[in-house]
């Protein structure tokens, strides 16, 4: 069975970096893009960025988090991790992980219905 656990979340002040990562368990992670999503209260879900299985250049859907925010995977580890670098008090929120098989190496997406498997998230909070 697929699984998906993320960690690495807190709370930092603004300015601060923390790094979260992905596990993947119950298959092998070249198999999937691993997309990085994120929700606050009372917002919808919101697509971060992705990584497809090539393992090239991330992908980043949002404006505000381009130029700070970097993923990686290691297909050998079976992680992915996303690290986020002067970060603001916007960007506060759960963020997950999650898997989406198929649809050619260098496919990603924020479409978030494409992906099979989530994580359960992990809380990020960004205050002085």
């Known amino acids: 069975q697929l699984q998906l656990v993320e960690s690495g979340g807190g709370v930092v002040q603004p300015g601060g970096s923390l790094r979260l990562s992905c596990v993947l368990s119950?298959?092998?992670?070249?198999?999937?893009?691993i997309g990085w999503f994120r929700q606050a209260p009372g917002q919808e879900r919101k697509g971060v960025g992705c990584i497809n299985r090539s393992g090239g250049s991330a992908i980043f859907y949002l404006d505000s988090v381009k130029g700070r925010f970097t993923i990686s995977r290691d297909n050998a580890k079976n992680t992915a991790d996303l690290e986020m670098n002067n970060l603001k008090p916007e960007d506060t929120a759960v963020y997950l992980c999650a898997a989406m098989p198929g649809r050619g190496i260098y496919a990603c997406s924020d479409y978030w219905p494409a992906y099979d498997a989530w994580g359960q998230g992990t809380q990020v909070t960004v205050s002085s």
């Open positions: 119950g298959a092998n992670l070249h198999s999937y893009a």
